[in-house]
């Protein structure tokens, strides 16, 4: 097995994945890529506190992710690679060689426009997920396995070209 | 009008608060003593700031959730950071939240306990061969 899902979330870590992917895929462990978290003790205890004993939780900044992506797609079990937010993923896809990625949940927010129930995005977002496809990655948005992909081009608009 | 205040804020994914609390009103016309939340499309920053708006608006110290793992559990626990007087009871049930309603004698911290324990106790399993 390998890193089979990578997901951009920004509950992070929640019933979604522990149990939605997890259990149906026998997940056993999961990369949870946020600066924020990766520097506070007692966030990564909360984070740790809401998984099963028999599914490991590693945290990274994202620096740090970068290097130790290939390491976790070499891993025997079968892992989840995990960010809250568009720009961090966009770096392990541009780095860290990521090349599925899973649009999760990104939730509402004034700058962000509704484009499934749990996506929506905001005009840079939608920039940073082109540049994902412009570089190999398949982006899809699927908040859970037993719902229908949606592909990121019916999601947004193509890019105006420049005049 | 009820005469019911609320005791307690309950949070869970898609219709679970708002269905217990409709059973809890159905069974004992207290359903009141609960504030039910849903997740449903809340990003992790505004689920926190619903339970805590909630709780504070209600003036309530009790949390009831669905899922350890969940996401109204997440955003419960850091509400509760730092806050010793606030209680979290998660995997609420039916008989925990009857159970709580009728607590009215007790603090909501002491209701909350006592609430737990019956709800811990309340499953059991019949037939299957079950032993």
């Known amino acids: 097995m390998t890193l089979i ?15 939605g992917w997890g259990q149906p895929l026998d997940v056993r462990f999961i990369v949870l890529v946020d600066d924020e ?32 992506v290939p390491r976790y ?22 780095e860290g060689g990521v090349r599925d990625v899973n ?6 927010r004034p700058d962000r426009k509704q484009r499934l129930r749990y996506v929506f995005l905001s005009p840079d977002e939608e920039s940073l997920l082109r540049r994902m496809v412009a570089a190999g990655a398949t982006v899809t948005a699927r908040d859970v396995p037993a719902a229908t992909p949606v592909d990121l081009r019916e999601l947004i608009e193509p890019e105006a070209a420049s005049a | 009008m009820s005469d019911i205040r609320p005791r307690a804020v309950v949070a869970g994914h898609g219709d679970f608060a ?19 939340i849903s997740a449903r499309d809340l990003s992790a920053a505004d689920l926190e700031a619903t339970v805590r708006k909630a709780m504070n608006d209600a003036g309530v110290s009790v949390v009831f959730t669905d899922l350890q793992a969940g996401s ?17 009871v998660v995997g609420a049930n039916l008989p925990m939240l009857i159970d709580f309603v009728f607590a009215d004698a007790m603090s909501p911290t002491d209701a909350a306990r006592h609430a737990y324990e019956r709800g811990r106790t309340a499953m059991a399993l019949i037939g299957g061969g079950a032993r």
């Open chain 1, 73 to 94: 797609r070499a891993d025997e079990r079968a892992g989840i690679l995990l960010t809250g937010d568009v720009a961090s993923m966009l770096r392990l896809v541009l």
């Open chain 1, 103 to 108: 649009i999760g949940g990104i939730h509402h």
């Open chain 2, 18 to 36: 708002a269905g217990l609390v409709s059973a809890v009103q159905q069974i004992t016309g207290r359903g009141a003593a609960f504030v039910p």
């Open chain 1, 5 to 19: 899902l990578n997901r951009v979330d920004d509950r992070l870590i929640h019933g979604q994945v522990v149990v």
């Open chain 2, 72 to 88: 109204c559990t997440m955003a419960a626990r850091k509400v509760l950071r730092g806050r010793e007087d606030l209680v979290l």
């Open chain 1, 37 to 68: 978290v990766a520097r506070s003790d007692w966030e990564q205890e909360l984070y740790r506190m809401g998984t099963p004993p028999d599914m490991e939780v590693l945290f990274h900044s994202v620096d740090d992710a970068v290097r130790a």
